[in-house]
């Protein structure tokens, strides 16, 4: 199959707009001015830190898609180094062009330069292209990220009882009621 040629470069300011478009179903909901705040937020971040960098592939010059790359852990308790490659999109029309797999290598160049043995990716559960070509790509699943507001959460939890201080237990009052139950009968059998 013959593939446009793609290139890969860092995000610039220039880019704030295009990034907006491609990951406008993945940020945070909101008016077009905080959702271009909050991208050139990341763009900004990530050309001043070493460990985050947001690559963009483009094709004759026309931004194709994107990766936001951090070098991190694979969680925040299995302290083993791993770089997380988040959202990886690309425009609908630029789709079978080699672009994913270009931002893919972005990654793989990513942690190899950081000596990082392991890259990690997330899709939407309902994103079946994208699911199959991580699949493709080796990308195994390692868990089900699931989210919830703090409202509905609240809403299914079940109805916090009031803590008592320092209430005796079940087993503690049965110990002092045969205790007097003890005494009474002894009292009753002594002879007064």
């Keep these: ?24 179903g993945i940020l945070r909901k909101g008016g077009l001015d ?6 050139a937020q990341v763009v900004a971040t990530a050309d001043a830190r070493d ?42 029309h630029f789709r079978r062009k080699g672009v994913g797999s270009a931002l893919m290598e972005a990654a793989c160049r990513f942690a190899e330069q950081r000596g990082i043995a392991h890259v990690q990716t997330a899709a939407a559960a309902e994103a079946r292209d994208a699911n199959r070509f991580m699949a493709r790509l080796s990308f195994a699943p390692q ?9 509905a959460l609240r809403a299914r ?21 045969r205790v007097l139950a003890a005494r009474r009968i002894r009292r009753e059998r002594v002879p007064g």
């Design 34 to 39: 905080e959702q271009l705040a909050d991208v």
């Design 51 to 92: 460990d985050l960098c947001v690559a963009v592939a483009e094709v004759d010059g026309e931004l194709a898609g994107a990766v936001y790359l951090e070098a991190t852990t694979f969680t925040p308790l299995n302290l083993e180094p791993a770089v997380l490659a988040v959202s990886p999109h690309v425009f609908p």
């Design 143 to 151: 868990a089900m990220l699931r989210a919830a507001s703090t409202t």
């Design 157 to 177: 939890l079940p109805q916090a009882r009031p803590v008592r201080q320092a209430a005796p237990s079940a087993s503690h009052r049965q110990r002092i009621d």
């Design 1 to 24: 199959m013959n593939r446009t040629p793609v290139t890969v470069r860092k995000a610039e300011p220039s880019d704030v707009t295009s990034l907006r478009e491609l990951w406008s």
